[in-house]
């Protein structure tokens, strides 16, 4: 295969397969890291014998993105930053191509991360990892460096070293100077955003791994806030608008015989179930059998999901229903803001709307299996006791993200809030509403608290207790 083979194979190209480079030399590719198609392809490879990381562009782009991955991977090595070597790198006419000293074995912080995600804020686990990207980051700042594309999947842990990659995000203010202020600010800012939002709080305890390393300039913190409020607000519009069209996360179908979007990396394992979703719920385990849903547990490729398909109950039905977004429509796209706002549910990973010319008739959604138990299961139906410490923590800290993102559920059933890894996870997000403005937001919280508070009797401890522990809307 050459170059120009490669920006024309789509967006799984076939494997194993030896590139011809054409410098004269040949990569045996192994596995493919990240295709963007007729565009970028990062790959696993041999090259004269050893492993290594290949970046290959082709397309118009190919020479722009050439020209910035060589000068942030050479600036990156100029200012004593640790980061892969560049073994060999060079342009033609078909494209252009990077080979870096593979890592093998090494561990993002973004997987570190997730391991230890569930627990308790600034538990000394997170500390560690949150510790190591800020030290990483006041090196790059301190040296005049910055990632425009900042998160943790940048930063491998290697041989008890970090090491920062992807040279193309990297920009130059002044080498060797440290950054400007207002440029740490932002670019801080962006490494923040993408945390839980619950974690802002302890943000200038955070701060400290950073002065450590870099003490250049004072860092305000309302300064800070603002600038992560703002690139919080640009990452949601922006994820949202991806989660209905076909990019690299979603494989999106659009006609008027079909809507469906899955996440891409699920879409071989659900293959059989995309194809018949009615047959799945039919051999899979029956959670709920309702007039207007029907929820069943399913296993396919090694892993557990839960399929819950909207029904359509009679014509009446279909012509209040037809003419918008299902419900699994919006369940998916709720299910999408929470998890951007680091507000626990289970993962949204494929929706599915059966249309007659563009009008919509039956829909289904699956969303990832959450083995926790709901609060009737945990706490029981007569409230004999306040919640355990830790339930009781997780409980106010869900309706303070909530009322932080002016969002209420709509149905705060005991059986649709899940304890699951010390945290609670919010279910059946079909009511679920995002408001614009506060006093919409203040009615419908004040709904969702006394609808959690009435699935215990009223003079029961565990109602007292919320009653109490639960804050108004005001």
Same mark, same amino acid.
């Given at each position: ?24 030399d ?102 560690q ?29 290697h ?53 450590l ?17 703002k ?27 079909? *809507?469906? &979007?899955? !996440?891409?990396?699920?879409? #071989?394992?659900? $293959?059989?179930? @995309? ?5 799945? %719920? +039919? ?10 849903a029907?929820?069943?547990?399913i ?19 279909w ?65 004999h ?8 923590e ?7 993200? *909530?009322? &932080?993102? !002016?969002?209420?559920?709509? #149905?705060?059933? $005991?059986?649709? @809030? ?5 945290? %609670? +996870? ?43 522990a ?5």
């Amino acid at each position: 295969m050459t170059l120009v083979e490669l920006a024309r194979a789509g967006r799984s190209p076939a494997l194993p397969v030896t590139l011809q480079l054409p410098s004269g030399d040949s990569l045996y590719i192994s596995q493919w890291l990240r295709v963007l198609p007729g565009q970028r392809y990062v790959a696993l490879a041999q090259w004269q014998g050893r492993s290594v990381l290949a970046k290959l562009l082709v397309g118009t782009r190919a020479a722009r993105q050439f020209q910035r991955e060589q000068q942030g991977a050479l600036a990156l090595s100029a200012q004593g930053m640790d980061t892969p070597a560049l073994l060999a790198a060079a342009e033609s006419a078909q494209g252009a191509w990077l080979l870096f000293d593979y890592l093998d074995g090494a561990q993002s912080l973004a997987e570190a991360w997730d391991a230890v995600a569930h627990e308790a804020p600034l538990s000394d686990a997170q500390q560690q990892v949150l510790g190591e990207a800020l030290g990483a980051i006041a090196q790059l700042h301190r040296v005049g460096l910055w990632q425009d594309d900042l998160h943790l999947d940048n930063l491998m842990r290697h041989a008890g070293r970090l090491y920062v990659i992807d040279g193309g995000g990297v920009r130059i203010e002044m080498p060797g100077q440290a950054l400007s202020r207002e440029r740490v600010l932002a670019n801080l800012g962006m490494f923040f955003a993408q945390l839980p939002a619950y974690l802002e709080p302890v943000i200038e305890e955070l701060l400290v791994h950073y002065l450590l390393v870099n003490g250049e300039h004072a860092l305000p913190l309302e300064a800070l806030l603002k600038e992560i409020a703002k690139v919080r607000r640009w990452r949601l519009r922006d994820y949202l608008r991806k989660i209905g069209r076909d990019c690299s996360l979603f494989a999106v179908e659009r006609g008027a015989g079909l *809507l469906r &979007a899955v !996440r891409r990396d699920a879409l #071989d394992t659900l $293959a059989p179930v @995309l194809a018949d979703p009615d047959a799945a %719920i +039919a051999a899979g385990e029956s959670l709920k059998q309702g007039g207007s849903a029907t929820v069943a547990r399913i296993a396919t490729g090694g892993q557990t999901w839960v399929i819950k398909r909207y029904n359509i109950k009679n014509l009446l039905h279909w012509l209040k229903r037809c003419w918008r977004p299902s419900r699994a429509w919006h369940s998916w796209v709720a299910g999408h803001h929470l998890a951007q706002l680091g507000i626990a549910t289970p993962a949204p990973v494929a929706v599915i709307e059966r249309r007659r010319f563009w009008l919509r008739e039956r829909a289904y959604l699956i969303n990832a299996y959450s083995a926790g138990q709901d609060l009737f299961q945990l706490l029981g139906h007569e409230g004999h006791q306040p919640p355990p410490e830790a339930v009781g923590e997780a409980l106010q800290q869900l309706f303070s993200q *909530l009322a &932080a993102a !002016r969002i209420s559920h709509g #149905d705060l059933k $005991a059986t649709n @809030l899940l304890w699951d890894s010390g945290r %609670i +996870a919010l279910i059946d997000l079909d009511a679920l509403r995002v408001h614009r403005r506060y006093a919409s937001w203040q009615r419908a919280a004040a709904v969702d608290r006394a609808r959690l508070i009435r699935n215990w009797p009223v003079d029961s401890p565990l109602a007292v207790w919320l009653e109490s522990a639960l804050d108004k809307p005001a």
